[in-house]
T-cell receptor
Framework: GENVEQHPSTLSVQEGDSAVIKCTYS??????FPWYKQELGKGPQLIID?????GEKKDQRIAVTLNKTAKHFSLHITETQPEDSAVYFC?????????FGTGTRLKVLA | KAGVTQTPRYLIKTRGQQVTLSCSPI?????VSWYQQTPGQGLQFLFE???????NKGNFPGRFSGRQFSNSRSEMNVSTLELGDSALYLC?????????????FGQGTRLTVV
């Protein structure tokens, strides 16, 4: 069935370093992959997304890459800051519902 | 432009009771989806509404139901509450039904069943 694997489950980085979170999906027909950031006590916030017709998208310190052949997509955060600390979820748009990864708790150490 | 609004933010209910949660989507958005978030199961799809019609339903028992009004506001209802229904309930709004368009989540309703 539809499945999204997300790694790592936790990630600690020093402020200013980069962070990379990876996801693997199973549905070859998937064509839209959003990333959400969820802070404590809040709902998921869409931070970046990518469609299958591009391999990379960048928005300031955040970038997402997509490898359709390998069914991998990754979130890259450069120059991390303490406010980047949160749980990050990848998602596969699926046929009619989002299939979410299990989340990555990112801690940026000052 | 206002975001997705969910009310109430917090609820405490007793087993066996029922509860109704509300979601007001972003103005102009006609699709509303509901998700349940728990530490053990993560984010799980409940159902989706578009133009007052349920388009899709996740793998939840019939105690979970919903509806959508003509102004696109949506409600979900859980009857005969169980302890395991304790979760953060999130709704997401989307302009249309195409899955390759952005979905925006509300802050959620934290339901605690005691």
């Amino acid at each position: 069935g539809e499945n999204v694997e997300q790694h790592p489950s936790t990630l600690s980085v020093q402020e200013g370093d980069s962070a990379v979170i990876k996801c693997t999906y199973s549905d070859s027909a998937s064509n839209y992959f959003p990333w959400y950031k969820q802070e404590l006590g809040k709902g998921p916030q869409l931070i970046i997304d990518i469609r299958s017709n591009v391999g990379e998208k960048k928005d300031q310190r955040i970038a997402v890459t997509l490898n359709k052949t390998a069914k991998h997509f990754s979130l890259h955060i450069t120059e991390t800051q303490p406010e980047d600390s949160a749980v990050y979820f990848c998602a596969d748009s699926g046929t009619y519902k989002y299939i979410f990864g299990t989340g990555t708790r990112l801690k940026v150490l000052a | 432009k206002a975001g997705v609004t969910q009310t109430p933010r917090y609820l405490i209910k007793t087993r066996g009771q029922q509860v109704t949660l509300s979601c007001s989507p972003i103005s102009g958005h006609r699709s509303v989806s509901w998700y349940q978030q728990t530490p053990g199961q993560g984010l799980q799809f409940l159902f989706e509404y578009f133009s007052e019609t349920q388009r899709n339903k996740g793998n939840f028992p019939g105690r979970f139901s919903g509806r959508q009004f003509s102004n696109s506001r949506s409600e979900m209802n859980v009857s005969t509450l169980e302890l395991g229904d304790s979760a953060l309930y999130l709704c997401a709004s989307r302009f249309g039904t195409a899955m390759n368009t952005e979905a925006f989540f509300g802050q959620g309703t934290r339901l605690t069943v005691v």
